[in-house]
């Protein structure tokens, strides 16, 4: 049975010697479990819930014919970086020793429906053994396990990603559009190439490779290739890059995680649209960064199925469209109401299918939105007051509200003097029951 060779944190090899006195558990990756209905009876990942001690070693084997991966975290919240193991081949087997307590739980990237848990407890020593003393080397061994465990280290300057390659002779692109120069590509095996322009290179073999552009490297745009975008595992550091645009950066990368603990240098770019769109598995903080100079942020997180982390500090001051900004974002359900929205022009599609979505939006100034039509369409659990705002400037409000079936916020106040397109704007919003006599309609628009 073939062996991981984990360069991720917190994974340990299986033939890494075991602390004294710990034991060994099996998990099995079901054969079968890239299929749903696994997750009715619990048995994607048998046993689902295991309980061992501080010290004990976990191995995971996958016994199904489907590629998989076991990390650490939920599909809410997004992987934690406790292990992860990304591809899990049929037949392949890796371990983790556990050497906090607590809860611990797991799921596939892939087969999100897949989940699993364990639960370490405080290590009660044995009666028999209660004289037993710790061999002498037992500090050494800890010094090599956190030593195995150290996050990886890349020249600061290097634009740091991983790709998965599954088959051999497979390859890889890295495209720049027209931005970019003169740069350079370690490509993970051994191969250092001078680029200019799209890059791409084939593999020997399969497995993970760890890619570092440097150079006159400005920007990376997945969003023209899916096939290619699908492999991209994760962005591990930003490096010093001076990045002129993000636009359709990753879009398309499902498998992409975040490992990066820097932030990007964006202060050349003003447009970050559909950046992360169709990143399912993209959660990563990206809270710190500077965006104080983006003007477009349209679909920047549409379909990122993942995404629910904390943007309420970001300075978007700048940004005029944010249509599509979080469409089909069906987790992200953060505070956004300290946004200075002054300078939003375009909202229509914003939170459209962003069915968890429920924040206050009431201090936001849309004084100068022109349209918002599909702005609320879906968003199923939204039911915020928006009577404060000033929609004098919109011209289009069409299905805005349209199956917001929980929404019922009195909007008599509204000035819509200026709407000419009201066409389904309440329509099966069940809920809604609000006065709007005061509404002064003008008809036709004229």
Known sequence: MKMIIATLAAVVLMTTSTVAFAEQFEVINTEGSSVPGCQVTNSCFIPHTLTISVGDEVIWKNADVATHTVTSGTQRGGPDGVFNVSPFFPEDA????????????????????????????????????????????????????????????????????????????ESIIIPTGELTGTYSVDWG????????????????????????????????????????????????????????????????????????????DLSNVTDMSHMFAHAHSFNGDISTWDVSSITDMSSMFASATSFNQPLESW?????????????GASLFNQPIDSWNTSSFMDTSFMFLDAVSFNQPLDSWDVSSVTEMSYMFTHATSFNQPLDSWDVSSVISTSSMFWFAESFNQPLDSWDVSSVIDMERMFESAHSFDQDLSEWHIIPDGT
Not at 146 to 165: L, S
Not at 190 to 207: F, S
């Open 189 to 264: 095996d051994g191969t250092i190439t001078t680029e200019a322009g799209n890059a791409i290179h084939e593999y020997d073999d399969a497995g993970n490779y760890t890619v570092q552009v440097y150079g006159d490297f400005t920007s990376i745009r997945l969003g023209g290739d899916p096939t290619n975008a699908v492999k991209l595992h994760s962005i591990d550091q930003w490096g010093m890059i001076q990045w002129t645009t993000m636009e359709s950066a990753f879009r398309g990368a499902s498998n992409m995680v975040y490992g990066a603990t820097d932030v990007p």
């Open 315 to 327: 300075n978007i001051s700048s940004v005029t469209a944010a249509n599509g900004m979080f469409r």
């Open 94 to 169: 890796f371990s983790h020793i556990f050497d906090e307590p607590g809860e611990y739980p797991y799921y596939c990237l892939v087969h999100p429906w897949m989940k699993g848990l364990v639960i370490v407890q405080d290590a009660m020593a044995d009666d028999d053994n209660a004289e037993t003393t710790p061999p002498p080397d037992d500090g050494d061994q800890k010094s090599q396990m956190d030593e195995q465990r150290a996050t990886p280290t890349y020249d600061a300057e290097h634009f740091v990603t991983t790709w998965i390659i599954s088959t051999p002779g």
